[in-house]
T-cell receptor, first 115, second 113 residues
């Protein structure tokens, strides 16, 4: 079953614009992570936000987490053509109060940034 | 550090054949896992290991076996390949699995005819 549902499925913007991707999930989590995947390549970790955090920044990335709504968003500011990739949220869920890093991934958002 | 390495990069099998996908990491990570990625499905966890000698099933374990005899290696075995196992397979590792980022290998693209 897919824990994370991402929205939109595809996003097309111009260079310099901001890109926002949303992720919703169903069960309690230890943390939520965002990954990027360039076409035909492995996933690269972008940012991790813990369940007791509400917002986190890393360079041009801003992630928010609302555990009451079971949702997260990833904002990429001043996007570049090199940001073109698929972006996945992944939840690290709680199992009996412990977490073993069993990530559950959403289906991803395909971001295209036009130069 | 090479990070997480996977071999082979590409493989074509016939239905019923068996094979082993190799995964190795040189970061002394305790936690390793295997995922498969199918179009429109995201990644799904097949098996994972929290340390040498300890493995457990993920979301889609049927048709796959794993073992973890060393910290570095975590091979995935397909016992009798089926067309439904056509997919891209990713191996990942993390320091402990508990609230840590995971490092992914480049993937193995498997086609079962």
């Amino acid at each position: 079953s897919q824990q994370g549902e991402e929205d939109p499925q595809a996003l097309s913007i111009q260079e310099g614009e901001n890109a926002t991707m949303n992720c919703s999930y169903k069960t309690s989590i230890n943390n939520l992570q965002w990954y990027r995947q360039n076409s035909g390549r492995g996933l690269v970790h972008l940012i991790l936000i813990r369940s007791n955090e509400r917002e986190k920044h890393s360079g041009r990335l801003r992630v928010t987490l609302d555990t009451s709504k079971k949702s997260s968003s990833l904002l990429i500011t001043a996007s570049r053509a090199a940001d073109t990739a698929s972006y996945f949220c992944a939840t690290d869920g709680l199992t009996g109060g412990t977490s073993y890093g069993k990530l559950t991934f959403g289906q991803g958002t395909i971001l295209t940034v036009h130069p | 550090n090479a990070g997480v390495t996977q071999t082979p990069k590409f493989q074509v099998l016939k239905t019923g054949q068996s094979m082993t996908l190799q995964c190795a990491q040189d970061m002394n990570h305790e936690y390793m896992s295997w995922y498969r990625q199918d179009p429109g499905m995201g990644l799904r966890l097949i098996h994972y290991s929290v340390g040498a000698g300890i493995t457990d099933q993920g979301e889609v374990p049927n048709g796959y076996n794993v073992s973890r005899s060393t910290t570095e290696d975590f091979p995935l075995r397909l016992l009798s390949a089926a067309p439904s196992q056509t997919s891209v397979y990713f191996c990942a590792s993390s320091l402990s699995g508990r609230g840590n980022e995971q490092f992914f290998g480049p993937g193995t693209r498997l086609t079962v005819l």
